[in-house]
């Protein structure tokens, strides 16, 4: 189970070749590119999937929205799932995901003056969690240290 978790997003894709580089090996990319046309978007998949095999980095491509499973596919070697709150948590360890993307925990850029569960609550809906949960929302290196959570996913919180 990867302890980090990059995930794409359009203001992040200059950077994307880099960032992937940079990561410890095991750790993995959740593509979504939803801001490309399809032709476009299984292209740069393509590229990315070079470089990640490379570092050891498992590629999971994301569904067409951004919710409870977004990232399950029963093909999938990793499948992850989002969730907000502890039934989100139960669904996603229903439908087969391997782990959960528990957020908001910090104030994000992504969805910004959106409620965020803080370091406290996060903590109780991972000790409850059946399933191996990363923080994500506002994480980076220095915010990981204050939760309690098998890794972290970051958007903007990675290299």
């Given at each position: 189970?990867?302890?980090?978790?990059?995930?794409?997003?359009?203001?992040?894709?200059?950077?994307?070749?880099?960032?992937?580089?940079?990561?410890?090996?095991?750790?993995?990319?959740?593509?979504?590119?939803?801001?490309?046309?399809?032709?476009?978007?299984?292209?740069?998949?393509?590229?990315?999937?070079?470089?990640?095999a490379l570092r050891g980095v498992e590629v999971v491509l994301a569904g067409a929205?951004?919710?409870?499973?977004?990232?399950?596919?029963?093909?999938?070697?990793?499948?992850?799932?989002?969730?907000?709150?502890?039934?989100?948590?139960?669904?996603?360890?229903?439908?087969?995901?391997?782990?959960?993307?528990?957020?908001?925990?910090?104030?994000?850029?992504?969805?910004?003056?959106?409620?965020?569960?803080?370091?406290?609550?996060?903590?109780?809906?991972?000790?409850?969690?059946?399933?191996?949960?990363?923080?994500?929302?506002?994480?980076?290196?220095?915010?990981?240290?204050?939760?309690?959570?098998?890794?972290?996913?970051?958007?903007?919180?990675?290299?």
């Open positions: 189970m990867p302890r980090q978790v990059l995930l794409s997003d359009a203001r992040n894709d200059a950077l994307l070749d880099r960032a992937l580089r940079r990561l410890p090996q095991g750790s993995a990319l959740v593509f979504r590119h939803y801001h490309l046309a399809p032709a476009a978007r299984a292209t740069r998949l393509r590229h990315l999937r070079r470089i990640a929205g951004y919710g409870p499973a977004n990232a399950l596919s029963p093909r999938a070697r990793l499948r992850l799932a989002t969730a907000h709150t502890l039934r989100e948590i139960g669904a996603a360890a229903r439908a087969g995901a391997h782990a959960v993307l528990l957020s908001p925990v910090y104030p994000t850029r992504s969805h910004p003056g959106a409620p965020v569960l803080g370091a406290l609550r996060f903590n109780c809906l991972a000790r409850l969690s059946p399933l191996p949960v990363l923080a994500l929302g506002g994480m980076t290196r220095r915010r990981f240290a204050q939760v309690r959570a098998h890794g972290f996913a970051a958007i903007d919180g990675l290299p």
